[in-house]
């Protein structure tokens, strides 16, 4: 099944930010990078060399993979688009990380994908369908001057 950018908004609605490194009580786990961008697959249950993190807008603890699937490199650009309730972020992708999307969201339909930017999990949704637009649209809690600023840090790369 193919969806186009329209419908992104069911496979991800942004939260806000995460915690992240390693649980008390537990042994040393490998800590989630500061990366600018990235899409994890994710899991609710801890797996080996999996990340905690916390989606702080729901409190839930996911698990983060230990690679990313698409990073940084990928994007061709961000911009602020209008949201249904605030701003939005609309992220292009390269031609090749267009492809690389698409795969990974027909391989991975019914798991959770995160979203990191700025070393933070923004989201983490269930993959529903095989996203071939190369685009990928970021609803939620951002202000007008928030999204700007992820928009020209995505963009500075």
């Given at each position: 099944?193919?969806?186009?950018?329209?419908?992104?908004?069911?496979?991800?609605?942004?939260?806000?930010?995460?915690?992240?490194?390693?649980e008390p009580g537990?042994?040393?786990?490998?800590?989630?990078?500061?990366?600018?961008?990235?899409?994890?697959?994710?899991?609710?249950?801890?797996?080996?060399?999996?990340?905690?993190?916390?989606?702080?807008?729901?409190?839930?603890?996911?698990?983060?993979?230990?690679?990313?699937?698409?990073?940084?490199?990928?994007?061709?650009?961000?911009?602020?688009?209008?949201?249904?309730?605030?701003?939005?972020?609309?992220?292009?992708?390269?031609?090749?990380?267009?492809?690389?999307?698409?795969?990974?969201?027909?391989?991975?339909?019914?798991?959770?994908?995160?979203?990191?930017?700025?070393?933070?999990?923004?989201?983490?949704?269930?993959?529903?369908?095989?996203?071939?637009?190369?685009?990928?649209?970021?609803?939620?809690?951002?202000?007008?001057?928030?999204?700007?600023?992820?928009?020209?840090?995505?963009?500075?790369?």
């Amino acid at each position: 099944m193919k969806i186009s950018a329209v419908l992104l908004a069911s496979l991800l609605v942004a939260g806000c930010a995460s915690s992240r490194g390693t649980e008390p009580g537990t042994e040393a786990r490998a800590e989630l990078p500061s990366p600018v961008f990235e899409l994890r697959l994710a899991d609710a249950e801890a797996g080996d060399r999996m990340i905690p993190a916390t989606i702080r807008s729901t409190g839930e603890t996911i698990y983060l993979a230990p690679e990313a699937a698409l990073a940084i490199d990928d994007l061709a650009g961000a911009e602020v688009v209008p949201g249904k309730q605030s701003p939005a972020l609309k992220l292009t992708f390269t031609r090749s990380g267009a492809r690389r999307f698409a795969d990974l969201t027909e391989k991975h339909q019914g798991e959770p994908l995160a979203v990191i930017i700025g070393g933070e999990a923004i989201t983490a949704s269930v993959i529903r369908a095989t996203i071939v637009s190369g685009v990928l649209v970021l609803e939620g809690y951002y202000s007008e001057d928030e999204a700007r600023r992820i928009a020209a840090a995505l963009s500075r790369r």
